[in-house]
């Protein structure tokens, strides 16, 4: 009985020593991780555009991006509207890493955008509007001028302001954003460290 159990636990100890062995470390920074995520992503479309013919170069875009009308779209605060496809080899790349391309695509477009969004709000700012005009007076090389109408400062002491408004305004889309990049960077991680090499031939894995 103690000879099956020890068996046991040493089979478990190795199950559980190689599984940890084989987890693929992840980047320590932020630019390594998007790195990695990049690099994860363009294997998947280069593998898809592979398989349906159409790696080029250059690549067909129609296979590259999707046709037709444009199925995903978020208006911004800013008045511009973003619109991606659905099929695709660049949406299927997102499918795989992100899980939910939607979802994803809200999250990244409003999070790449709270920076415009807190410059559009600071631009209805009476009291920035007022130096602006006052800078806008201002003849070229007029340094005092430019100075003295305190836009400069105005701004930096304000924006601040604004960009918190902002991201506290869309903390649910900046929480999936951090899920699902999370989630993309473990898949990527997964992909690269079980592919050799980058251009190994096979079908998009789901």
């Known amino acids: 009985m103690v000879r099956a159990l020890a068996a046991g636990c040493c089979l478990w100890c190795l199950w559980g020593c190689a599984g940890a062995r084989t987890q ?14 990049k690099a994860a992503q363009q294997v998947l479309v280069d593998r898809c555009l592979t398989e349906q013919g159409a790696a080029g170069p250059p690549p067909r875009q129609e296979v590259l991006f999707g046709t037709g009308p444009t199925e995903l779209s978020v ?21 795989f890493l992100y899980g939910d391309q939607a979802r994803w695509f809200r999250a990244e477009v409003t999070v790449n955008n709270l920076l415009p969004e807190a410059q559009a709000r600071l ?10 005009a006052r800078r806008a007076a201002c003849a070229d090389g007029d340094t005092p001028c ?31 954003y951090g899920q699902l990049r999370d989630r993309a960077l473990h898949r990527a991680a997964g992909l ?3 592919r050799p090499t980058p251009h190994r031939k096979g079908h998009l894995p789901s």
């Open 24 to 37: 693929p470390a992840l980047p320590p920074t932020e630019q390594g991780r998007s790195e990695l995520i």
């Open 75 to 95: 208006t911004l605060a800013t008045g511009y509207t973003v619109r991606a496809h659905t099929d695709g080899c660049l949406a299927r790349a997102h499918r």
């Open 192 to 194: 690269l460290a079980g």
């Open 123 to 132: 631009g209805r700012d009476p009291a920035y509007r007022a130096a602006l």
């Open 146 to 176: 430019v100075r003295a109408s305190g836009l400069e400062e105005l701004r930096t002491r304000l924006e601040p302001e604004r960009l918190a408004e902002v991201r506290a305004a869309h903390r649910d889309e900046i929480t999936t």
